[in-house]
């Protein structure tokens, strides 16, 4: 089976009516990013941030996988995929798809605010200051937030240096370390960019599909089984 890599961002999840960050009407236009997802945030209004992420965690509970999230683990049948999702949603997991990175965390899991290893999965559940995780510290959402490091990096890097072909779905590689994965391409490798507004990449045998999720995977399906089994 060939390796196939793919870099998934919130235009990933945007048909299953999550919001994106930089788009308009995206989450950042409402909620700065320093008060809600920076470590400066944390500390200065811990529970602005809780209910930040608790409103995310509800609006997740009741969004579905898309078709597209549908298709990458249905591509597991043909080929060796690992996906390495910058998103906190749970979609790719609830579609099937079963090698997954989440390089900025998970939304159903919490963590200790002092200990980043002691991790609890939550689910869909609210997270109230006061919560306490084992070590006894308050409980912060499983996210990383700016300013922290990205421990998923080593292996997205790994992944993405083996793969055969990558897939770049929904982003606006803006956000760095993730968005410097796709250097870590083999020159050679296939890259398929989909998204209705896709950043400006350049590289060799790059294939842009210039659609929304679902309909840039439906032909990008196609293509695969047509072209690279
Ligand atoms: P952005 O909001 O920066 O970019 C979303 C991308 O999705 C843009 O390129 C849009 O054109 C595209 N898009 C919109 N609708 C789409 C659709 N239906 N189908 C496909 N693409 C669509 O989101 P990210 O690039 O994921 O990090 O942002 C990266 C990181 O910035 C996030 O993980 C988050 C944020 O700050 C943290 O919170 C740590």
Request: proline share 6%.
């Amino acid at each position: 089976m060939k390796k196939i890599v793919v870099l998934t961002g919130a235009g990933m999840s945007a048909q299953s009516g999550i919001s994106t960050f930089r788009d308009s009407g995206g989450l950042w236009e409402n909620h700065p990013v320093r008060q809600v997802a920076s470590v400066e945030g944390w500390y200065s209004d811990p529970k602005l941030m809780l209910s930040f992420y608790n409103q995310r965690r509800t609006d997740l509970k009741k969004a579905k996988p898309n078709k597209g999230h549908l298709i990458l683990a249905g591509l597991e049948q043909f080929f060796d995929i690992g996906i390495v999702t910058q998103n906190v949603d749970d979609l790719h997991e609830r579609a099937g798809s079963t090698r997954i990175l989440h390089l900025h965390g998970e939304l159903t899991k919490a963590r200790s605010s002092e200990n980043p290893d002691l991790i609890t999965e939550i689910g869909y559940e609210p997270v109230h200051w006061g919560d306490k995780a084992a070590d006894g510290t308050q409980l912060r959402p499983h996210i990383v937030w700016f300013g922290e490091p990205v421990p998923e990096m080593s292996k997205a890097i790994q992944w993405t240096r083996e793969a055969e072909i990558m897939i770049v779905v929904g982003t606006s590689l803006a956000v760095y370390p993730a968005a410097g994965l796709i250097d870590y391409a083999s020159g050679n490798t296939p890259l398929f960019l989909i998204d209705p507004k896709p950043a400006p990449v350049r590289r060799n045998h790059l294939h842009t599909i210039t659609e929304k999720a679902v309909e840039g995977l439906e032909k990008l399906e196609k293509i695969l089984i047509d072209n690279y089994l």
